[in-house]
């Protein structure tokens, strides 16, 4: 029986990504927009949300909304947003949204400010809810539903996918949709890479859970914007020193909600300055990255996909 996982991947011989203009590292910068699409009883759902927000140690509650947990998410839509995308719109940075649809179906100011700024709109699905035992023609619809949500509201089409809370079935049914380039539900590179999905290239571009501001909502995590900005930098100037003969690619994950809050947003900021102080980095989106591999890195032998 043919084992479902790759646990070789590009081993000790990755290949050079040749970013544009030599760089050393290509940085990325994801945005979550979830807010007003988590699990709440008003959606539908049969509990609260449990997960992601500064309501440390939350339970979800079965068959009642939860105030605290919500009034969390909103600070997300009401204000963090619009302070993170401050910090990158005054230094010129160019983020990717991950954008849940009916979250930007209830503000879509935030799909028009993203797209009129330059930043990319990436598909995050229609709910923020964990997708495992979701029907397959319920999570097809919701991918219907979210691009056309995140269209309407911000004129762009999306060519990429991140869902988080995976099925067994997202990257089968993204990839048979048509209308994306690739998707970013992997954690296990440092390099995008090609899958084999219904015997077609399919492309992968990983994402990163440790450089992510979501470890202020989970234990061990950060307690303190000093411990977000040391990881952040870290792998930053390891990667950096790599980079002279191996270039890499850094992903970094931030949330309305959570990084949007002022001490937080404030160790961000000292990152972004050190990263714009180093020579030959690229800061990118994420489709930037994926268009850039499947131009230089045509896809060759494929690993199956799981």
């Given at each position: ?39 709440c009883i008003l959606h539908g759902d049969a509990h609260s949300e449990a997960l992601n927000s500064d309501n440390v140690g939350v339970t979800a509650r079965q068959g009642e909304r939860d105030l ?101 079935r997202t990257r089968r049914l993204v990839a048979a949709d048509g209308r994306f380039i690739y998707d970013s539900d992997a954690y296990n590179d440092d390099l995008p890479y090609w899958l084999d ?110």
């Open positions: 029986m043919t084992y479902p996982r790759d646990m070789i991947g590009y081993g000790q011989t990755p290949p050079h990504p040749r970013w544009p203009g030599e760089a050393r590292i290509a940085l990325q910068f994801v945005v979550n927009y979830e807010e007003g699409a988590e699990n605290v947990t919500e009034s969390f998410y909103e600070y997300g839509s009401r204000a963090g947003y619009w302070r993170l995308m401050r910090l990158f719109d005054e230094r010129g940075i160019k983020t990717t949204v991950f954008a849940i649809g009916m979250a930007i179906e209830r503000h879509p100011d935030v799909g028009r400010h993203a797209v009129v700024g330059g930043h990319e709109m990436c598909c995050h699905g229609w709910r923020w809810i964990d997708y495992r035992r979701i029907p397959e023609a319920e999570e097809r619809d919701h991918i219907e539903r979210a691009v056309n949500a995140i269209e309407r509201a911000s004129g762009e089409k999306p060519v990429g996918w991140y869902t988080g809370r995976v099925s067994e999905v219904g015997g077609k290239p399919w492309l992968v571009v990983p994402y990163a859970f440790d450089t992510n501001d979501m470890r202020f909502a989970s234990a061990p995590g950060f307690n303190t914007g000093s411990q977000f900005f040391e990881h952040l930098r870290d792998t930053f100037d390891f990667l950096y020193r790599e980079g002279a003969t191996s270039p890499k690619m850094m992903s970094v994950g931030l949330h309305c909600r959570l990084a949007g809050r002022p001490a937080r947003a404030a160790a961000l900021e000292r990152f972004l300055d050190h990263a714009l102080a180093q020579p030959g980095v690229w800061i990118c989106r994420r489709d930037q990255i994926a268009r850039h591999w499947m131009s230089h890195h045509a896809p060759a032998v494929l690993a199956p996909a799981g």
